[in-house]
Every structure is written in C-alpha cells, then in structure tokens.
Nanobody, 118 residues
Framework: QVQLVESGGGLVQPGGSLRLSCSSS????????MGWYRQVPGKKRELVAD???????NESDSTKGRFIISRDNDKDMVYLQMNSLKPEDTAVYYC????????????WGQGTLVTVSS
C-alpha cells in the first residue's frame, strides 16, 4: 500500500557528508513512523534511525550524533543527513514506513548504496 523510493546514495570519502531522501506514495500525515535501516553482506538489517509523526526519534548508538533523521509531512519525504562518515557506514540503506503504532507491518524501499572510501 506504500511505495518508497530512496535516492542520494553514492561514493563519499571518510569524514564527508551525504544526504539520503525517501519519497512516499502515501501522505506522511497518515504514517506513524518513518525511518532508515542499513544492511551489509553477512549481517542482518539494522536500524539507523526512525521518527514518528510526533517527531520522537530512535537512533542507533553507532550513528547517534553523526546522522540526523527528519521528515517533511507536507512533501511526503523523509531524509537522513549523514555527517562524519566512516568506512563502516558503508551499506545499502533502506527507507521504511510503519503506518500504525499498533502494528509491526512495515513497507520498504528498494535501497540505495552508500560507499565510504578514500
């Protein structure tokens, strides 16, 4: 019911910055939580950050203080501003949507690759 399209991935040097964007086919005014996960080969998909419609934020300890999640409900967009990037941040980043606080049903984007390397 929700289509998500990520953009903004690419190659960046350590210490650099990158901004990921996610466009939702459903109005964000009706989506409880939007967020970002990431995954590398051999590891499970892990939470980076998510943000509720009331702007409560959950963050990974590994990216807290470096990454900033935000949502624009008027534009149906969610963003991940990534600063002070490290090689270990290299992963496929996935946008997700959780329409209701009372359900674990999530919708996922196709992913965008972020590579941090000199």
């Amino acid at each position: 019911q929700v289509q998500l399209v990520e953009s903004g991935g690419g190659l960046v040097q350590p210490g650099g910055s990158l901004r990921l964007s996610c466009s939702s086919s459903r109005t964000l005014w009706s989506i409880y939580s939007m967020g970002w996960y990431r995954q590398v080969p051999g590891k499970k998909r892990e939470l980076v950050a998510d943000i509720t419609i009331s702007e409560n934020i959950n963050e990974s300890d590994s990216t807290k203080g470096r990454f900033i999640i935000s949502r624009d409900n008027d534009k149906d967009m969610v963003y991940l501003q990534m600063n002070s990037l490290k090689p270990e941040d290299t992963a496929v980043y996935y946008c997700y949507a959780r329409p209701s606080a009372f359900s674990n049903s999530d919708f996922w984007g196709q992913g965008t690759l972020v590579t941090v390397s000199s």
